[in-house]
Structure formats: C-alpha cells, structure tokens
C-alpha cells in the first residue's frame, strides 16, 4: 500500500503544525510514566485512543506515530519534535 505524497507531506510536517498539542500529550505522558523510562510512539497513541481523542490533528498525530514504528523508531526523540 502506498501513500500518495500528499498524505507523506503532512507526516513530515506534523511536528511543526501541532507543537502545542505535543507539549500537551507530553505533560499528560510525563505526569502518567513518572519518569520510569523514556515516551514511546506507540505511548502517544495509546493516551490518544484511551482518552478518546478525536479529529483530524489526532489522526494525523497518530499516523505520525506509526510512520516512525515502522521506520524502527520506536522511543520519542524530543529534539526531531520541534516545541
């Protein structure tokens, strides 16, 4: 399945558009892991689903995620996040 350009555009532009959103998740993820180990992408999309957050900049967030578990990027680097 490929996806079309437009939809790999917004993948790489996501963390410039949304960067309110992750400060955000990261203060809810930060405060629920309590520093025990490092935020995961699949952490950010499991508090999205079990929050029942929804809409397009969710879904787009989500996509984001899954883009980077399957380039073998599994823990948040915060600087490839520009806050």
Known sequence: MSQSPNKLEK?????????NLFKRIFKELNFIIKGRREIMYSDIINL???E????????EI???CNYNIRQGKYIVV?????L
């Open 11 to 19: 993948i790489n532009k996501i963390t410039s558009t949304h960067s």
């Open 48 to 50: 999205i689903i079990r």
């Open 52 to 59: 029942g957050y929804r809409g397009e900049i969710y879904n």
């Open 62 to 64: 989500i996509l984001w």
């Open 78 to 82: 915060i600087e490839q996040i520009k």
